[in-house]
């Protein structure tokens, strides 16, 4: 079992950046592909970012590519998505899962809204 706490949301302008952080605790951290998801109102959850076990190999959806970064740090247990350029349709709740994703490891996500 693993345990998933989103942080570090919040309201920016366009053009601004943030940075989320995703604790992992339970089972070994460094034994999973993690990624980054999100979920705009009324629309479904969507992949955003994913960075495998060791930190060497991450992908993106195009939507946020050169703009969006993904790192873990397994010594932390934590994965994060620096966010830069953003815009406002990057305005979603962000959560982060083992991947694939497990329905039990969902947790509550960290509000993201880009103002323009």
């Known amino acids: 079992q693993v345990q998933l706490v989103e942080s570090g949301g919040g309201l920016v302008q366009a053009g601004g950046s943030l940075r989320l952080s995703c604790a992992a605790s339970g089972r070994t951290f460094s034994d999973y592909d993690m990624g980054w998801f999100r979920q705009a109102p009324g629309k479904d959850r969507v992949f955003v970012a994913r960075?495998?076990?060791?930190?060497?190999?991450?992908d993106y959806t195009n939507s946020v590519k050169g703009r969006f970064t993904i790192s873990r740090d397994n010594a932390k247990n934590t994965v994060s998505l620096q966010m830069n350029t953003l815009k406002p349709e990057d305005t979603a709740v962000y959560y982060c899962?083992?991947?694939?994703?497990?329905?039990?490891?969902w947790g509550q996500g960290t509000q993201v809204t880009v103002s323009s």
């Open positions: 960075i495998d076990w060791s930190g060497r190999s991450t």
């Open positions: 899962n083992t991947l694939p994703p497990r329905q039990d490891y």
